[in-house]
């Protein structure tokens, strides 16, 4: 069960807590098992990551984790696209439930042992894990492993990678899976992407489901990793969704000007107007259909 010191970092946040904790995690004597996060979520961790041992304080990805624990409901489908070890597949299988289904990509092979044992761990019959990258079209890609996980890519230079080594993976086009898969796009409720700047490539390959307008959407916004690409959040949403007929909100859950803040999920809406505010952030957006 979660203890108090989780209970108090899942709703407060003190500027350099994160980085204190990590460095604590030496006085656990077993670094990499299965943890509780602030939820009761079990999980297999390794506390030496950075980020995973943010997991385990309810620092990591909060706003996307709240998110995806308030908008999905019993039945619905989720697609998790950049699973990473699968903490956002976790929360969403449990709130899904046994009717509803859980489609989790992830390429990397450093990685994937962790996602494929977290999903045994907890018995997870609706979930389906794909060791692919999702991309625009079905094919082979490179894909460059990072040093940290977090941060592997389909980019060549994001200017944040210190690359481990590289691997060539499969790549699929969302829309060409569903259709294969026999996967119902009206129940598609949520599609999580985090892909360190090859998301434009991933929208590319879901035109129909993004055009299907019953999905929402998180995704992550890593301009440096973007610039790689040679696009940015502006040409995304104007070429995705203000056509489409979307509202797209910027996604944040501490107030950064202060040292001490009560963790919330503020969305502020971005439109045609205010883009040029949000271009050069690092940051997640939240993507509805318009009503």
Known sequence: MPNWIQKLTDKIYLRGVP????RLRNFTKKHDGIYTDPKGIRIKLNLDNYFQNNIRYGYYEYEVRTLVENSLKAGDIFLDIGANIGYMTLLAANKVGD???VFSFEPNPDVLPYLQENVRFNKLRNTTIENSAV???NGVA????GIEHALSTMQADTGLLQIKNTVTTKTISIDDYLEKNNVPVDRISLVKIDTEGHEYSVLDGMRGLIQNGKASFIIENNYLALKSAGVNLEIILN?????NKYL???LESKNNN???SLKKVRKTIIDSSSISDYNFRNGDFYVVPHG
């Open 135 to 137: 991309s625009k079209s």
């Open 239 to 243: 070429e995705f969704f203000f056509n």
């Open 258 to 260: 202060y040292i001490f």
């Open 19 to 22: 980085n204190i904790l990590y």
């Open 142 to 145: 490179t894909l460059y492993c």
């Open 99 to 101: 009717k509803g289904r």
């Open 248 to 250: 797209v909100y910027w």
